[in-house]
Nanobody
């Protein structure tokens, strides 16, 4: 079965950096685009960044462009999110996700807190 396990969250001061990782299993990782999502308290989950199956194409929402970088290692079945210049409004639970066989899957998420 599809499993996605995130790691790397934590608490950081504004302007700091964090690197999130998501380990995937249970499907042919290299065949599918992967995304990083976040959900802040009281808000709906939103797509933050996405990367194509072979990593040649990426997408970012406007508010993270130039600060976040998504990458993947298909040999290790890992997708990463490098987050720099973090802001308090980036505080949320971050999850990786994918659509496999027209079904959406997400990991359990990792908390990112940006505060002084």
């Amino acid at each position: 079965q599809v499993q996605l396990v995130e790691s790397g969250g934590g608490q950081v001061r504004p302007g700091g950096s964090l690197r999130l990782s998501c380990a995937a299993s249970g499907f042919t990782f290299s065949n599918y685009a992967m995304g990083w999502y976040r959900q802040a308290p009281g808000k709906e989950r939103e797509l933050v960044a996405q990367i194509s199956s072979v990593g040649g194409a990426t997408y970012y929402i406007d508010v993270v462009k130039g600060r976040f970088t998504i990458s993947r290692d298909n040999a290790k079945k890992v997708v990463n999110l490098q987050m720099n210049s973090l802001k308090p409004e980036d505080t949320a639970v971050y999850s990786c996700g994918c659509r496999v066989q027209r079904v959406d899957f997400w990991g359990q998420g990792t908390q990112v807190t940006v505060s002084p």
